[in-house]
Structure formats: structure tokens, C-alpha cells
């Protein structure tokens, strides 16, 4: 089984930073890409910042220049750095794995969240 726990949320004053955590354990057998989605009360879920198999990296438009996708020495960790944080980055954070557990299974697999909350 595939398993992934984020960490780093909290709260921050606008203009703030935070750092998030990912880390995917278990049966993994190859990751096509770590992505970070965030989803605020109400509203859709939408995709920040993805990193894939081959280092590169891609930014939703709302966070291009204050965001930053990183990975350890395997894609198993990820991390978002958030910078000049906005209260509209308000929600809970949600790391993605997209990839296979065995040769043969294709899926995504979701942590359980962590909360970043910016005061004005």
C-alpha cells in the first residue's frame, strides 16, 4: 500500500512563508510526478505545483514567483516553500503522488491534508 503524510502547515501573517512536507512511503514502484493541490471551504480543488520524474517543475499562474516545488534526493519527499503569502492561499493543502505501486497498477494517491491559514 502507498501512504503519504504532509506536514508544515499553520498559521502566518500575510507576507509570511511556510514550508510544506510530503513524504510517500510503501509498495512504490515508480512516481511519474509529486503535485501539491490546496482546496479553500467551498471552492474546487486546483493544482499549485508539480514537480515529475525527469526534475521539472510547473506553477499554477496565482503562485508563479512565490512558490517554490522541490524534492530531497528522491521524489519520495517533496516540499513547497510559500512565500509572500496572501490571505486567499487560505485552505488545506493536499500532496499527490501520481504513479504506480506495482508494474501493472496506475493511480493517485492522496495525503490527508494539512491546514495553512493567512491572517490579514
Known amino acids: 500500500q502507498v501512504h503519504l503524510v504532509e506536514s508544515g502547515g499553520g498559521l502566518v501573517q500575510a507576507g509570511g512563508s511556510l514550508t510544506l512536507s510530503c513524504t510517500a512511503s510503501?509498495?512504490?514502484?515508480?512516481?511519474?510526478?509529486m503535485t501539491w493541490h490546496r482546496q479553500a471551504p467551498g471552492k474546487q480543488r486546483e493544482l499549485v505545483a508539480s514537480?515529475?520524474?525527469?526534475?521539472?517543475?510547473d506553477y499554477a499562474d496565482f503562485v508563479k514567483g512565490r512558490f517554490t516545488i522541490s524534492r530531497a534526493n528522491t521524489l519520495h519527499t517533496v516540499y513547497l516553500k510559500m512565500n509572500s503569502l496572501k490571505p486567499e492561499d487560505t485552505a488545506v493543502y493536499y500532496c499527490?503522488?501520481?504513479?504506480?505501486?506495482?508494474?501493472?497498477?496506475?493511480?493517485?494517491?492522496w495525503g490527508q491534508g494539512t491546514q495553512v491559514t493567512v491572517s490579514s
Open positions: 510503501g509498495s512504490i514502484f515508480h512516481i511519474v510526478a
Open positions: 499527490n503522488m501520481r504513479g504506480y505501486s506495482d508494474p501493472k497498477l496506475w493511480d493517485d494517491y
Open positions: 514537480i515529475n520524474a525527469g526534475g521539472g517543475t
